[in-house]
């Protein structure tokens, strides 16, 4: 390693521990190296950046946020949850299940976790609280359910990791499906395990006619999800289009169907996908060139070269990459993550075998779980946000969640058939 690579690491390392925002951390690093290296000029820095956000695939980004603001606002959100709610009735844990499986549909709607904990949670934490449900352990489920918006498809998560390492995006959001599911029953598993010791109980009682007004009700927003991703598996159009598609979708369900979307929300709602997308381009353009310098210090094949030099199994190789990605998550953002290690990684995958498309849904359940362990923890969080509690109020319900999470995460390392399996079916 030389020095300026060094000092490279160390630099972000400190800013990181500072707590400056990422991509000032990745900026300010990648221009102390080249001026430390004199290896290019500072326009580098310029020209990197934007060859990192010009991607027409990215547009989907802001794109799929839109579609989700849309949709919460639009109407769709509180007709999810009262579908899950006439779903499960009154059983242990009910609420809790509830809101696990709203997190769950919503999530096929934003693609993000922050959103899908926004969302639900202001709407299912108040009715929870109501209900007995300690706020610790209402957080803790919501920020772990939250998280499944970065894994069940659409994924802005598995947008940036597919633009990044050139994988089929329509074979990342179908490969997503069975994990996103098991990760979604864990959780339930540990909810009402959780509430059983502590009778919580769920809302209403099961009711048949209850449960076709509430499916008849929630029909269209059943529908996005549906449309966005059998669309891309058809071929019918790209996952850009796709995100398009759930803008137009979204906008005309909330315009003229359920009369929730006024000019005045439009605007609002315009402006927030704005700043939102401003953030994650800006960790993108940031991680870009903190990537090439990578790079260009041939640190992937210096990876590569300790990993098979430690072990000539492949899936030893993946449980160390795991290791990584589980430490990193706790306090660094996702989309940093992806951009910076997935070309580190790509190397390592090649020599064992590893199919990217099987790796990158094993590096988003990672990142979901980091998206819940402090001292980042950006979904656990905002779940504490919305529940108006400290953060420290969580921690007793936490390791459970994210025990069932890291459970699941071992079995699709060791059964790869159950990621691959249905994109090589339906691809």
């Avoid at 290791?323 to 306090?331: E, M």
């Amino acid at each position: 390693m030389s020095l300026a690579l060094a000092l490279l690491l160390i630099v972000f390392v400190v800013l990181v521990l500072l707590d400056a925002p990422i991509a000032v951390a990745l900026g300010l690093s990648s221009m102390f190296y080249l001026l430390i290296a004199d290896a290019a000029p500072m326009i580098v820095v310029a020209q990197r950046a934007v060859a990192g956000i010009n991607s027409f695939t990215l547009l989907a980004i802001p794109l799929f946020l839109l579609a989700g603001l849309l949709m919460v606002h639009g109407g769709l959100a509180p007709r999810i949850i009262a579908f899950c709610a006439a779903l499960i009735g009154r059983r242990t844990g009910g609420l809790a299940m509830v809101m696990i499986i709203a997190c769950m549909m919503f999530g096929s709607l934003s693609g993000s976790g922050v959103a899908d904990v926004v969302a639900i949670g202001t709407m299912m934490l108040p009715a929870m609280r109501d209900q007995g449900y300690a706020p610790g352990f209402s957080a803790s489920a919501l920020g772990c359910a939250g998280s499944l918006g970065t894994v069940i498809p659409p994924s802005i998560v598995l947008i940036v990791y597919g633009t990044a390492t050139n994988s089929s995006i329509g074979q990342l959001f179908v490969a997503a499906i069975i994990p996103g599911i098991l990760l979604g029953l864990g959780l339930m598993l540990v909810a009402w395990w959780i509430s059983r010791r502590n009778g919580w109980q769920g809302g209403e009682p099961f009711s048949w006619g209850e449960l076709g007004r509430a499916a008849k009700g929630s029909i269209l927003a059943m529908l996005a999800p549906i449309i966005i991703v059998g669309g891309i598996r058809l071929g019918i159009f790209t996952p850009t289009e796709a995100a398009g598609i759930g803008v137009a979708y979204a906008l005309f369900i909330g315009v003229f169907v359920y009369r929730a979307l006024t000019l005045a929300t439009l605007m609002r709602l315009l402006r927030e996908t704005t700043e939102m997308t401003g953030v994650i381009l800006l960790v993108i353009a940031s991680a870009s060139v903190f990537g090439w310098i990578l790079a260009a210090e041939q640190v992937p094949q210096m990876a590569v070269a300790g990993i098979t030099q430690a072990t000539e199994s492949g899936t030893v190789a993946l449980l160390l990459m795991m290791l990584v990605l589980l430490v990193l998550g706790t306090f660094m953002e996702s989309i940093a993550i992806i951009l910076i290690l997935a070309p580190v990684f790509l190397p390592i995958l090649a020599h064992y075998g590893i199919d990217p498309v099987y790796f990158g849904i094993l590096l988003t359940i990672n990142l979901a779980i980091g998206a819940n362990t402090p001292p980042l923890g950006i979904d656990l969080m905002a779940a504490c946000r919305v529940g108006e509690i400290p953060l420290s109020a969580s921690f007793r319900y936490l390791v459970p969640f994210l025990g069932v999470m890291v459970g699941v995460l071992l079995l699709l390392v060791l059964f790869p058939v159950l990621i691959t399996d249905l994109p090589a079916i339906l691809f």
